[in-house]
């Protein structure tokens, strides 16, 4: 290195050292922001590139010129280097190859698209000498890995657009598989080398370059399965013979691998026993992701059930019985795909024969899963990380496979092949309590069946249930029995007589530690599903005595008790609603206003989670019973509650504006009114109105904007009510832009942004005559416009900007009245053709800006705008066809290459412009979205 450069090589090696090797955290941030700012310099290409060339430089420094590399490659930083440069770098890469190199060969040829045979610029670079051949297996495999990404992700490019590494990677597939059968046959192919071949081997399979009935021939697939045997080579050559399950799924051409494995079903077997007797988990993993695999791929064989079918099922039986549940969880993925397979059936007697072929196995299934369920030996000593990470594997990995072999085998005989095994193991546990832990196991499988059993069954539910005095009174069965109690709530509906005695066992639960939470949960949902028992006089005065003893409770547990309670008094009789209603509600009222003369927040809290959990119970209950005159009942008898409750809420609002807990039961109360009161909440509208406006200008909090959106939905067809509305969401908005102004506003206020566009959206929605006529909708036209150019990345909050903007163009809240209809899509037609100024300071259409937006969102922000997106642009296109394939083509042209390239913009504006429906559509944003990298 010479002069400028020698000293800026030291000054990064330097910086490095400080980086790793800091005396502390201020000089390690200090080293750590100097270097961030030298890798995104042009300069930083060639000292990285002469770092990667010297000698004795450190291994921290040469890690951290190569990864730097990497992340300028990724960056799109390639444009910073001419010709030379590049060449320069793909010298020193490739004398030095890590994960670096095929992401920079397959970025660099998109500077220059006719080098389209990159592979075989490396093996004639590397394959001259013995010496270099090491190099060049590894780097076979990264160029693999990399043009079979590239291959994914541009699937539907036409064959002209094609990414020129994938183009070089399916011309040179077979010379590639040719080298490394003769590597593999040479002299010098020791261990070490032969898991290179192997690896290398399997990465270039996918390109199709050589028929199925050649590949089963290959002296690297013959070496495979006794490879498996070996160490060294046991994991390599496991991913060889899953790659080779994988490319044959198509078994039109696939066949001879398809033949070539099953044949050696019983060769997997023995290889598993074995790994079972030497306690060889290596190995075990090794065959059942091998297993798994061809069970997957070979999935249209083994459902239709054949002895043949069954034997390998019974294979992955034994491996997800495996004790490591690491390993037995690796065949779950294939345990949904049979259930998915079986119900695709040609018809139920088809399916019903597949089922019963298989049932030996599905109820295997169930007894292993039950196993997989326990609690390990040692739980009394877990810590609080081990009990969470034991926890999430039951309620996610392993909860769903139990849902699909319970779906697929049906809940019925899956509740009778648990019952005998929970039986034996209750009566076990009478004479060793150990033994709770496999009582604990069936009952976690038994509240999954509780989705798949009907209110009907006379099997063995009630037998089930019926057990519940003769557990053990262990924390954790009570835990789970609870939860069985809960969620067979639709059964206890129609057999009443176990009510009594299974409500008790609930009941006893409260205010047990570890224990209480689920009882006041499970008490909560048989108040939804036993409504009409529990409001039965003897279950009611029950429930009542509960409610005004439940102050030791926690208050969570209180609101669902409440939410419970107010669910069971809309079933109440003889028009007592009314009068049960005031007993109850009357002590939260009151307790709230003493609160607020007391100013004792956390007491108000409380109570007014109380009266919002009560009215929302009696809504739930009207919505899931449907009965008109229950709702009317309901809205009479709150109309009288609220008289008592608005004024607790206006003073709330006035002394607590600030507090955004409060605020939002106060908000959440006022949802909760609407929906239980209907018109009749009309008469505390402008009250209401005036107090949130005044409190969300004072303080700009998203729960006003929810509640307000609310009232909008309710009220907003009722024409009396749209002045009010309208002046109300004026108001509310020129607040809310003035707080969203400068690009970190919207990803500091992400909940902001939410309830601003889903409330607009709203109006939109109920008068939008009203809405175009003034301001309203130009201000946040351009407000949600200017977010999608910021660092907003906040899902809820991007979905509603997008859908904000969907709704501006489908015009379609009146399209049950033609006219109508059609002033309105005039009214949005005319303004996206109207010229306007834009991100930029450009004049455009608005409709151009629109587009430009939309596509940057696209290429910049995260795969949950491609659905949103999608369904504005095509409404877009439907509104306006000719001038949105314009806007489209224009804004593609401002978009660099370095983002992304031009053939993936051909391929997307072809896909655009020749969309016709949602799916074309969201077809075209997909391709953008996978070939974008933004800068």
Request: aromatic share 8%; glycine share 6%; net charge negative.
């Amino acid at each position: 290195m010479a002069g400028t450069e020698a000293a800026q090589a030291e000054q990064v090696w330097r910086m490095v050292q400080s980086l790793y090797h800091a005396h502390n955290e201020e000089e390690r941030k200090a080293a750590d922001n100097w270097l961030k700012d030298f890798q995104r310099s042009p300069a930083a290409w060639s000292i990285l590139d002469q770092l990667l060339k010297a000698d004795g430089v450190t291994e921290e420094t040469q890690f951290f010129a190569a990864n730097s590399l990497r992340s300028k490659i990724n960056h799109r930083d390639l444009s910073q280097l001419d010709s030379a440069g590049r060449d320069s770098l793909a010298g020193s890469l490739m004398a030095h190859p890590h994960a670096a190199v095929p992401d920079f060969l397959s970025d660099a040829a998109q500077f220059d698209r006719t080098q389209n045979n990159i592979v075989q610029d490396v093996c004639n670079s590397l394959g001259a000498s013995p010496d270099t051949v090491p190099v060049l297996l590894e780097l076979l495999t990264l160029l693999g890995e990399e043009a079979y990404r590239v291959q994914e992700d541009f699937f539907d490019l036409p064959p002209d657009d094609q990414h020129p590494l994938l183009l070089s990677a399916r011309a040179s597939a077979l010379p590639v598989l040719n080298f490394l059968h003769q590597c593999f046959g040479g002299q010098d192919a020791g261990g070490a080398q032969k898991k290179e071949i192997m690896m290398a081997f399997c990465r270039w399979l996918r390109f199709g370059a050589v028929a199925p009935a050649e590949i089963v021939q290959s002296p690297i697939v013959q070496q495979a399965l006794p490879a498996l045997k070996d160490d060294k080579l046991c994991e390599v050559a496991s991913d060889l013979v899953c790659e080779l399950a994988f490319i044959s799924k198509d078994l039109s051409q696939g066949m001879p691998i398809f033949q070539l494995l099953t044949s050696h079903l019983q060769t997997f077997y023995e290889l598993y026993q074995s790994a079972l007797q030497k306690d060889d988990d290596i190995l075990a993993r090794a065959v059942t992701r091998i297993v798994t695999e061809m069970g997957e791929n070979y999935m249209m064989v083994i459902a239709e059930a054949s002895p043949d079918a069954v034997s390998m099922v019974n294979l992955l039986v034994m491996c997800s019985s495996h004790s490591d549940t690491n390993i037995a969880s690796i065949t779950y993925v294939f345990w949904w795909k049979l259930n998915l397979a079986l119900k695709d059936s040609p018809d139920e007697s088809v399916r019903a024969q597949r089922v019963n072929a298989l049932q030996g196995c599905l109820q295997q299934m169930v007894v292993t899963l039950a196993r997989s369920a326990m609690y390990p030996d040692d739980v009394a000593d877990f810590d609080q990380a081990q009990e969470e990470e034991f926890k999430n594997f039951r309620l996610e990995t392993l909860y769903d496979a139990i849902l699909d072999i319970c779906e697929a085998l049906g809940g019925q005989r899956s509740l009778q092949t648990i019952f005998p095994v929970l039986v034996e193991h209750v009566e076990a546990s009478k004479t060793n309590p150990d033994k709770w832990r496999e009582v604990e196991g069936c009952l976690f499988c038994v509240r999954a069946f509780a989705r798949y059993v009907p209110a009907n069954d006379t099997t063995v539910t009630q037998q089930i249930l019926a057990l519940y005095d003769k557990f053990s009174d262990h924390f954790r069965i009570r835990q789970c029995f609870t939860i069985v109690i809960s969620k067979f709530g639709r059964w206890i509906n129609e057999h009443g007589d176990l009510l009594g005695p299974l409500l008790n066992y609930v009941v006893q639960g409260l205010g047990m530690p570890k224990v209480g939470r689920l009882a006041a949960e499970a008490l909560q949902d048989l108040c939804q599903c036993c409504a009409v028992h529990m409001a039965a006089p003897a279950q009611l005065n029950g429930l009542l005595q509960i409610y005004t003893n439940m102050n030791a409770l926690d208050i969570s547990d209180q609101e669902r008790i409440i939410e419970g309670l107010g669910t069971v008094l809309v079933r109440v009789q003889d028009g007592q609603l009314g009068q049960m209603l005031e007993a109850v509600a009357a002590t939260p009222i009151q307790q709230a206003v003493t609160s607020l003369q007391q100013h004792n927040k956390p007491e108000l809290v409380k109570q007014l989670k109380k009266i919002r959990t009560l009215i929302k119970g009696g809504v739930l209950a009207c919505e899931n019973s449907g009965a008109e005159a229950q709702r009317e009942l309901l809205a009479v008898a709150w109309a009288e509650q609220f008289q008592k409750v608005w004024p607790v809420l206006e003073q709330t609002m006035v002394a607590y504006g600030v507090d955004e807990e409060l605020m939002e039961d106060v908000c959440r109360i006022i949802k909760s009114a609407i929906q239980a009161m209907g018109v009749r909440f009309e008469v505390f509208l402008a009250p209401f109105a005036t107090t949130a406006v005044n409190a969300f200008i004072a303080h700009p909090l998203s729960c006003i904007l929810y509640a307000v959106t609310t009232l909008v939905g309710f009220f907003g067809r009722m024409k009396h009510m749209v002045p009010p509305l309208l002046q109300m969401l004026e108001a509310l908005s020129g607040r809310t832009l003035t707080v969203l102004q400068g690009n970190d506003a919207f990803s500091h206020a992400p909940d902001i942004v939410t309830e601003y566009f889903e409330l607009i959206g709203r109006g939109l929605r109920r008068f939008p005559q009203e809405v175009w006529a003034g301001q309203l909708v130009i201000n946040a036209f351009q407000c949600a416009l200017a977010s999608l150019y910021t660092e907003l990345a906040h899902r809820e909050a991007l979905q509603a900007v997008l859908r904000f903007l969907d709704l501006l163009v489908l015009a379609d809240a009146n399209d049950s009245n033609t006219e109508q209809y059609q002033r309105d899509r005039q009214l949005a037609a005319s303004f996206l053709v109207s010229q306007g100024p834009g991100h930029g300071g450009a004049t455009l259409p608005h409709g151009a800006h629109m587009v430009k937006a939309l596509l940057h969102a696209i290429c910049t922000k995260s795969s949950v705008c491609i659905e949103p997106v999608s369904l504005a642009m095509i409404d877009l296109a439907r509104l306006l066809p000719q001038q949105t394939s314009e806007w489209g083509s224009g804004a593609m042209q401002e978009i660099p290459d370095t983002v992304v390239f031009s053939g993936a913009k051909s391929a997307f504006l072809r896909d655009f412009q020749g969309a016709t429906d949602l799916k074309g559509m969201k077809q075209a944003m997909r391709g953008l979205h996978r070939a974008a990298r933004p800068a």
